[in-house]
């Protein structure tokens, strides 16, 4: 029995997986339609040339972007493309015109890749504090600081690598642009997974995980009155990798959006209410938190090999998820934890199994 009232349809439209896959936050399952879209036009560039073949659909291109764009808030013309969403946000970075010291205010959920980029220009980065244990940004704290200190920009994610928490992107752009700070949302982890139309000068983002897209497809959108043109799209565009994120928003569209992120939702308090208290496994967010990215700490004095031993007895089981180490968050802790992100087919039997697999590993 799946979780979701989605879940049959959304499995149907795949090719039938060789484990549980429990894993969306590192790669999505394409449908059969994306990789078709994908394929069909691999071999379109063998018969007429890649070049020939892009523009004979540049029409679908156009809407595919159009798409895109009003997935994220955007307009069509305001989208870039790159290879991922950390090429996208260097290559922000290369073209943005910052003061030479320049600051940014993060949260503590922060994908340390991020912090790299940022510490390579000489960043100053300065924490922004949460309003509770979970690590949502505590928005009126925020209100008061940036009366009498501003940042160049504030850089957020609005889902971390680490945790399924959704922070109030939409209310901290808000409270920033009343003091005229630029705020860059990454949505890596939230496209096609939570609402994302925010009102943020400038956002990033990859088709590979939620959208299920493919890989090697990341894309950002810059507001036109946000920061001066540049041209931030790659000069060897993957045209079959674009159709192929066009076929998978496109799916979002017609499925409905704000119905994909109430049953994504779902799947996430569904997991959240089967795993909890669970041997001496802690679930991370709060039961209801609106994302289906579930993360639990592991037993007291468990180190990070036993959190990936744990990972890898349950893919010989059958079930694919992530054992996440506290590079992917730095500012969030040193702990390790087990990172479950099933999609829309989340089975009942599936949270049973993992279940069982942890009762087992708990003491």
């Not at 020939?52 to 798409?67: G, K, M, Y």
């Not at 949460?130 to 957020?156: R, S």
């Not at 996440?324 to 992100?341: F, I, Q």
Request: charged content about 25%; proline content about 5%.
């Amino acid at each position: 029995m799946y979780v979701s009232e989605l879940g049959e349809q959304w499995h149907a439209a795949r090719v039938e997986p060789a484990f549980a896959h429990l894993d969306s936050a590192s790669a999505g399952r394409s449908s059969d339609a994306v990789i078709e879209a994908i394929t069909a036009h691999l071999w379109r560039e063998s018969e007429r040339g890649s070049y020939v073949a892009a523009d004979e659909l540049s029409d679908e291109i156009a809407s595919d972007r159009r798409d895109l764009a009003s997935l994220v808030g955007h307009t069509a013309d305001e989208i870039a493309f790159r290879e991922s969403a950390r090429a996208s946000l260097r290559a922000l970075l290369t073209h943005w015109s910052l003061p030479v010291a320049s600051t940014v205010w993060v949260a503590k959920n922060e994908f340390g890749p991020n912090l790299v980029e940022f510490e390579r220009r000489g960043y100053a980065v300065r924490v922004m504090p949460d309003g509770d244990i979970y690590g949502h940004v505590d928005t009126d704290a925020l209100e008061n600081m940036l009366q009498f200190e501003q940042p160049d920009f504030i850089h957020i994610c609005h889902i971390g690598s680490m945790s399924g928490v959704v922070q109030p992107v939409t209310r901290i752009v808000e409270i920033a642009h009343q003091v005229g700070v630029p705020v860059v949302v990454d949505m890596a982890q939230s496209v096609g997974h939570v609402p994302t139309v925010t009102g943020a000068d400038i956002i990033y983002g990859t088709s590979r995980k939620w959208l299920t897209g493919p890989r090697g497809v990341g894309f950002v959108g810059v507001r036109r009155d946000a920061l001066r043109h540049v041209e931030i799209d790659s000069s060897e565009a993957f045209i079959a990798g674009r159709l192929g994120l066009g076929v998978a928003v496109s799916e979002v569209h017609a499925t409905g959006q704000q119905r994909v992120f109430r049953e994504l939702a779902k799947v996430g308090q569904a997991t959240r209410e089967r795993l909890h208290g669970i041997a001496s496994w802690e679930v991370l967010e709060p039961i209801d938190e609106p994302s289906a990215i579930v993360t639990l700490a592991p037993p007291p004095g468990w180190q990070p090999s036993d959190v990936a031993a744990a990972r890898d007895k349950l893919l010989g089981l059958g079930i694919l998820v992530t054992a996440a180490d506290s590079w992917r968050a730095p500012l969030a802790g040193e702990g390790s934890v087990l990172r479950l992100s099933p999609h829309l087919d989340l089975r009942r039997d599936d949270l049973d199994r993992v279940a069982d697999a942890l009762r087992t590993m708990g003491y």
